[in-house]
Nanobody, 119 residues
Framework: QVQLVESGGGLVQTGGSLRLSCAASGTISSINSMRWYRQAPGKQRELVAIITSSNSTSYLDSVKGRFTISRDRAKNGVYLQMNSLKPDDTAVYYC?????????????WGQGTQVTVSS
């Protein structure tokens, strides 16, 4: 079984920064793509950023130039550096990871961490 533990959310003022972390633990032989999603109240969950096994990255248009996704293979971790935060960034942020324990890749979700940006 694989667990994803997130940390780093909180309350910040407009223009501030936060760094989200997500660490995978358990039986892991390989990790493929790692992602951050977010879900604001009353809205659908949306993909914020993705980093592939070859370290290619892609971002939601509204966060380009402000957010940076990265990964640490030694720690099975994925991070989201969020700068110049806006009230519209307020949401619960979830990490999402493709992990192979023995034979095939499976998709896992973190528990979510709240990010609140005050105006």
């Amino acid at each position: 079984q694989v667990q994803l533990v997130e940390s780093g959310g909180g309350l910040v003022q407009t223009g501030g920064s936060l760094r989200l972390s997500c660490a995978a633990s358990g039986t892991i032989s390989s990790i493929n793509s790692m992602r951050w999603y977010r879900q604001a109240p009353g809205k659908q969950r949306e993909l914020v950023a993705i980093i592939t096994s070859s370290n290619s990255t892609s971002y939601l248009d509204s966060v380009k130039g402000r957010f940076t996704i990265s990964r640490d293979r030694a720690k099975n971790g994925v991070y989201l550096q969020m700068n110049s935060l806006k009230p519209d960034d307020t949401a619960v942020y979830y990490c999402n990871v493709d992990v192979k324990a023995y034979f095939r890749f499976q998709n896992y979700w973190g528990q979510g961490t709240q990010v609140t940006v005050s105006s």
